[in-house]
């Protein structure tokens, strides 16, 4: 029997910036306009952080190498991140949030869900609150960004990405069946590019082919994710939107400016890279329980390693003996390494900190 959608529907928004970085860098200076920018990526051995939908046209896309995307483009203008910029706006993007809910969850830097089922302001519907919340935007940052409307999370998170830039769809209750079968399976929020792919290699090419297939038979094959997919496509979400969100993972990585093959090299790179890891775990007050080595190889190849306690590891000296033996354990000889990251997770007891900013940096 098919689940039905909730008759007592919520009235979700989720705002996404436009090319968020790239947009600000345009905005303060005019001579950006119009051009191909790409944020960070202007070292030897850089990657994007962002690129405006100039830039975007010829493929580049954020986390892309810096070289990569020079060679998509080669008139591509390469300008330092300014934080301290983006955060600013992102604290006045946040106060106009606040004028129309208390419910925000802050997603990332550059964008959150609302729930206005209850409005603070005299709105009846919600296609008329995130208009609004645009023309805000626009008029007191001359920044643009899209917005998804729907009843959950998960559809008004796709909606929001439909029309960009400066765009505003919805997806009303009745409509959400025949769009979620209609949509393709990459275009579903959490499915990446190998899931993507071993979906298609099983026939699975729309939400109408993932709706074919039973609960069970989704969770052998995609473990917990399965079984959300498996509602999701049906049009059931009851996640809510949390105005204080727990953070998952806390970390620190660092690009090589040249590829690292000696593992005695390595080891003194994370030794420095344990200080800044260290530092940022203090600052938040945030202790996990468990560890993550990530290492990312000359041909991006991306290796993940991970030790658990029964408590926080908070010690120096525990954290250095950890990672070092993570490093050692899963380095191999003829390795080359050009990145490397640390990540604190399984947090036990969680900093608000940053709650009140749209973002951390």
């Known amino acids: 029997m098919e689940n039905p959608i909730p008759i007592a529907t919520r009235k979700i928004i989720h705002v996404d910036m436009d090319a968020f970085f790239a947009a600000v860098e345009q905005r303060d200076n005019p001579d950006l306009i119009g051009k191909p920018v790409a944020v960070g990526g202007g070292s030897k051995r850089g990657v994007l952080t962002t690129a405006s939908y100039e830039a975007r046209k010829f493929g580049i896309r954020s986390a892309m190498p810096g070289f990569k995307a020079k060679a998509l483009c080669p008139d591509l203008i390469f300008v330092k991140p ?71 999370k998960f559809i008004a998170k796709i909606a929001s990405d439909i029309d960009k830039p400066n765009g505003l769809t919805v997806i009303k209750p009745k409509q959400a069946i025949s769009f979620l079968e209609t949509l393709a399976i990459e275009k579903f929020y959490g499915v990446g590019k190998v899931t993507a792919k071993k979906m298609k290699d099983q026939g699975i090419h729309t939400g109408l082919d993932l709706k ?32 204080e969100r727990i953070r998952k993972s806390l970390g620190v990585e660092r690009t090589f400016q040249e590829n690292i093959s000696d593992l005695d090299k390595l080891t003194e790179r994370l030794e420095k890279l344990i200080d800044t890891f260290l530092a940022r775990l203090e600052k938040n007050n945030s202790f996990g329980k ?3 080595l990530k290492m990312k190889t000359a041909d991006f190849q991306i290796i993940t390693r991970s030790q658990s306690q029964g408590f926080p590891i ?28 640390l990540t604190s997770s399984n947090f036990v007891e969680e900093s608000n900190d940053g709650q009140m900013e749209m973002f951390v940096e």
């Open 82 to 152: 300014r934080f301290d910029a983006y955060k600013e706006v992102s604290v006045k993007i946040r106060e106009i949030f606040s004028r129309y809910t208390d419910l925000i969850e802050p997603l990332s830097l550059d964008e959150a869900y609302l729930d206005v089922t209850e409005c603070k302001l005299d709105f009846e519907y919600a296609q008329d609150i995130a208009a609004a919340i645009k023309d805000d935007i626009l008029r007191e940052t001359q920044l643009t960004a899209s917005a998804g409307v729907s009843y959950c």
């Open 314 to 341: 908070r010690e120096r000296t525990m954290i250095e003996d950890i990672a070092k033996q993570l490093l050692i354990n899963n380095f191999e000889e003829g390795m080359a390494i050009r990145l490397m990251g």
């Open 212 to 243: 074919g297939w039973t609960k069970l038979d989704l969770a052998t094959q995609f473990g917990k994710s399965g079984r959300f997919y498996y509602d999701i496509v049906r049009g059931v979400d009851d996640r809510p939107v949390k105005a």
């Open 290 to 292: 468990t560890m993550t």
